[in-house]
């Protein structure tokens, strides 16, 4: 329609002009007419043409969609959501084997010592990062002003307020925050979680844990130590982690019961343990 009425819109101007023409209305507000009509004639096709190619693009994009042809953007996109569903549905696997006392499935991670009866789920990339705060050093700058009296105030002017800055940016660089942020390499066990940080493996045990954050719902885990500065994991497989380190730290009861963990339970509640129970030592 767009395309149709572009044409349609420069020939009713020129008709329009054309009459105001014959009467040689040129004078007061017929000169304003006259202007306004010369205007849409020259705008208004324009504007209905780019509206026509953005709807015929859309148009195009969504009959390529149709046929399963997606650009390399959608392609990314989709094979993200795709990652972060099966992840999810993962961690409900999870939180669903353990409320039924069943052993997950265990992997081989050989570049890692394990403990003694330790036994690995996954081995996948998460976020990493800690919260501390640290020391920051500024350098104050100072100078020597001659003149006149304008020129000095404004020189010491200048000098204080980048001082103020320079210590402003620095107390804001030194005090706690998340940092030594990156893209790891996250292994959940039954005793720990080990992260891969620029090629050196760090080892959380959950019995050194004194707090634990789990937020699936956020892809997020937070956990607090007595000896070492919190850990924060996020992305797809945080939610698989969180699952795991508060069963191992907080047992089965908070796999029911934690409020951060709701994201993940069933509509109707998970499903209650069968009279025979199967062993899950390798959990344990």
Known sequence: M???????VFLACVLVLDALNRHELYHGAWAFLVLLVVA??????????AVAIAKGARTFREHRRSRGRFSATERAEIGRRDAAAHAWAKAQGLHRQLLAREVPPTLRVWDVVPYAGEEF?????????????????????????????SFVLTGLAVTAIANAAERSAAQAQAREQWRERCVSRLVVSNHR???????????????????????????????QFSSTEPLLLTGDHAPFAAV?????????????DHP?????????????PGSEVASDQRVR
């Open 244 to 256: 795991m380190t508060l069963y191992r730290t907080h047992g089965e009861q908070a796999l029911r």
């Open 260 to 272: 951060g963990l709701e994201p993940l339970r069933p509509v109707h509640g998970p499903a209650s």
């Open 193 to 223: 979680l080990l992260v891969q940080v620029h090629g050196r493996w760090l080892s959380f045990d959950y019995s050194a844990m004194t707090a634990v954050f789990p937020e699936p719902g956020g892809w997020a885990l937070v956990c």
């Open 2 to 8: 767009p395309l149709v009425a572009a044409p349609a």
């Open 121 to 149: 789920f996954c081995d996948v990339p998460a976020g990493y990062a800690r919260y501390y705060g640290t020391t920051v050093s500024y350098t104050q700058t100072s100078g020597f002003y001659y003149g006149r009296p």
């Open 40 to 49: 849409v004639a020259f705008l208004g096709p324009v504007a209905l043409l």
